[in-house]
Structure formats: structure tokens, C-alpha cells
């Protein structure tokens, strides 16, 4: 069996007023067309653990798309156009999981602990950058 190459991954930053953490993202049709969108800013809700925020972009549900996801993965809700970012429980989680709206694009992950979204408040400013 053939070993598999890599698949690229890029770095974000994203930032608000309290802090800021950083993600891995791999190469997906979702995130590169994120990234060729970047920087952006945009203005963050909260629903339960999540932080979600608009993004300007358009995208299909992609194979692969979860609705229960683990704590710090980075998903595109492609009903709201939005980057999703849970870090715990949300209205209509079960228990501890992470279980976003409807299913999600998965992008990548966030590097570090992903509590650090709980200092996010609703209608904080939001950037995203190329790390």
C-alpha cells in the first residue's frame, strides 16, 4: 500500500477584542475558498459553546459534513454562511457533544485549548487572517 502525501494545511488567526487563537486548515474546496477571502471581519453570535460569525461566502454541503462535531473543530454552516466554532455544548447538544445546527463543511481544527472562545461575546468584532 502506497503511503498517502500530506494534505496541505494552512494556518488562521482569528481575533476579538478579548483574545485570539490560531487553526489548522486543510485543504478542502470550503476553505479555499475562505481563504481567498481573507483578511475578513465580521461580527461574532454566540448559540450555547459556539461562536459563529457571517463570512460573506457562499458554499454546498460538502462529503464529510458532521452536525456532531468535537470541541474546537472549525466547520462551515452552509445555511447561514457562517464559520462555526464550538467549544462545548449548544441548545440542542446531548449531553457534552458539540452538536452545531445542521450538518457542517469540517475545515480543520483549532490549535489550543478551545475554551479560550468562551471570553468571545456576542457582537464582538471578528478577524480573520492568514497566520
Known amino acids: ?3 498517502t502525501p500530506e ?6 488567526r482569528i481575533s476579538w ?3 485570539h487563537t490560531t487553526a489548522t486548515v486543510e485543504d ?3 476553505s479555499r475558498a475562505l481563504l481567498g477571502r481573507l483578511p475578513l471581519t465580521s461580527t461574532a453570535q454566540t ?8 463570512t460573506g461566502l457562499s458554499a454546498r454541503v460538502e462529503d464529510g459534513a458532521r452536525q ?5 473543530t472549525v466547520a462551515f454552516w452552509t445555511d447561514g454562511d457562517a464559520l462555526a ?8 447538544s446531548r449531553g457534552d457533544e458539540c452538536r452545531l445546527a445542521s450538518p457542517c463543511n469540517l475545515l480543520g481544527r483549532l490549535d489550543g485549548d478551545p475554551r479560550v472562545l468562551a471570553t468571545v461575546r456576542g457582537g464582538d468584532p471578528v478577524r480573520v487572517e492568514l497566520a
Open 28 to 30: 478542502t474546496p470550503t
Open 1 to 3: 500500500m502506497q503511503p
Open 7 to 12: 494534505q496541505p494545511q494552512t494556518s488562521i
Open 68 to 72: 456532531v462535531v468535537e470541541p474546537g
Open 85 to 92: 466554532l464550538p467549544y462545548g455544548p449548544t441548545p440542542i
Open 47 to 54: 448559540w450555547g459553546e459556539e461562536v459563529y460569525f457571517d
Open 17 to 19: 477584542p478579548a483574545g
